[in-house]
T-cell receptor
Framework: ELKVEQNPLFLSMQEGKNYTIYCNYS?????LYWYRQDPGKSLESLFV?????AVKQEGRLMASLDTKARLSTLHITAAVHDLSATYFC??????????????FGEGTQLTVNP | KAGVTQTPRYLIKTRGQQVTLSCSPI?????VSWYQQTPGQGLQFLFE???????NKGNFPGRFSGRQFSNSRSEMNVSTLELGDSALYLC???????????FGQGTRLTVV
């Protein structure tokens, strides 16, 4: 059974600081997504990582994927209050004929303080 | 380009009742998957449909069922509702079974 673990689960940081969220998973996959969720809202797609060594950047967020280590990271640079949200990684096993389409991590609740 | 549309957005039901939720995927998308989100269990996969066939199913009781129509629209049904079924139900669509999934706004179900 695929397990996806994120850490930390809660992150409180000051504006202007940098930090990294980690996503470890337990089975082979080269397809991983990062989503953002605001309270009471749905999931907003941030990054799609489709191969080993993939790196994507958008604004203050950068995501990477190491399929050999089964690890993805979401790096936050110079955090601002607007980044406060819950961030989920999700591993896609859609190419398999059984099991979950997307398996999500527990989520990292990020709070950026002024 | 219209996104994934879920209806209704909010629903309040009584224990023992049944409920049907609807999901209209992005035009041209043939895969629809459903997820349940609760504070205790997080985001859990319910089932996935592709070309009107259930492709796989998560670890949920038989009270949870779904179907997909020829136009790729999907419905999920929960019978004999329990308090623990209160959750945000999310639907996602994708072109095929191994392409990026896009989420709808969700249906917030409250069981009282």
């Amino acid at each position: 059974e695929l397990k996806v673990e994120q850490n930390p689960l809660f992150l409180s940081m000051q504006e202007g600081k940098n930090y990294t969220i980690y996503c470890n998973y337990s089975t082979t996959s080269d397809r991983l997504y990062w989503y953002r969720q605001d309270p009471g809202k749905s999931l907003e797609s941030l990054f799609v990582l489709l191969s080993n060594g993939a790196v994507k950047q958008e604004g203050r967020l950068m995501a990477s994927l190491d399929t050999k280590a089964r690890l993805s990271t979401l790096h936050i640079t110079a955090a601002v209050h607007d980044l406060s949200a819950t961030y989920f990684c999700a591993v896609d096993l859609g190419f398999q004929t059984s099991g979950s389409r997307l398996t999500f991590g527990e989520g990292t609740q990020l709070t950026v303080n002024p | 380009k219209a996104g994934v549309t879920q209806t209704p957005r909010y629903l309040i039901k009584t224990r023992g009742q049944q409920v049907t939720l609807s999901c209209s995927p992005i035009s041209g998308h043939r895969s629809v998957s459903w997820y349940q989100q609760t504070p205790g269990q997080g985001l859990q996969f319910l089932f996935e449909y592709f070309s009107e066939t259930q492709r796989n199913k998560g670890n949920f009781p038989g009270r949870f069922s779904g179907r997909q129509f020829s136009n790729s629209r999907s419905e999920m049904n929960v019978s004999t509702l329990e308090l623990g079924d209160s959750a945000l139900y999310l639907c996602a669509s994708s072109l095929t079974v191994d392409t990026e999934a896009f989420f709808g706004q969700g249906t917030r179900l409250t069981v009282v």
